[in-house]
């Protein structure tokens, strides 16, 4: 599996060539000092919850905890769960703004992911749920410790790649990249301290 980022060495934007695909990563979008500053204060202030997931029709908890945030009424529903937003926190709110500044989107929920081992993990999936409307932009942010984020095309088996999110990282998918493309946060025997992920989305009305 080849690497999707070879060079992360300082703070431009890398942006790779992949079919059917528009991704941006930002090694260094947030200084580590203050990551761990937010990772302890999400980690601590979120309200967490861990649901029942359906998966092929057969239900199971989750591998992962997760907490849904944004405008009120932005309803989500994934794989047979549907979740409410709480309204956002000041820390929320401060970490939006940036990542609606750097990524020129704007964005009304955020869906936050608490790994908190390497057992936890995210299967194959694609952020195509309606009420992202087409070609959806997916804004993850990384907090805590290192995880592999790994892709692969949908009908081009040959196309696969992968990169390790570093603490205070900002990852875009936009454009085909749903419709193409699926990812995943694959389980790891390494001994991993907790990683939070916020995804920052946009619900359309419909």
């Known amino acids: 599996m080849t690497p999707l980022f070879p060079s992360e060495e300082n703070n431009t934007p890398i942006q790779p060539t992949l079919p059917n695909a528009e991704v941006v990563y930002h090694p260094h979008f947030i200084s580590e000092k203050k990551a761990d500053t937010y990772f302890e204060t999400l980690l601590n202030e979120t309200d967490w919850q861990q649901d029942d997931i359906t998966v092929f029709g057969k239900k199971y908890k989750q591998p992962r905890l997760t907490a849904l945030y944004g405008e009120s009424g932005k309803s989500y529903s994934y794989s047979g769960i549907t979740m409410t937003p709480l309204p956002l926190t000041p820390v929320l709110t401060k970490i939006k703004n940036k990542v609606e500044e750097i990524s020129s989107e704007n964005f009304n929920v955020v869906l936050l992911n608490l790994y908190r081992d390497g057992k936890d993990s995210n299967g194959w999936h694609s952020d195509d749920e309606k009420e992202l409307d087409k070609n959806p932009v997916i804004a993850s942010v990384s907090f805590g410790a290192e995880r592999m984020f790994h892709l ?55």
């Open 152 to 206: 692969k095309h949908k009908h081009d088996k040959a196309s696969k790649y992968k990169v390790n999110l570093k603490n205070g990282s900002l990852l875009v998918m936009k454009g085909q990249t749903q419709h193409f493309w699926k990812h995943q946060i694959p389980k790891t025997k390494k001994n991993v301290s907790p990683r939070i992920n916020l995804t920052f989305r946009k619900i359309v009305s419909h």
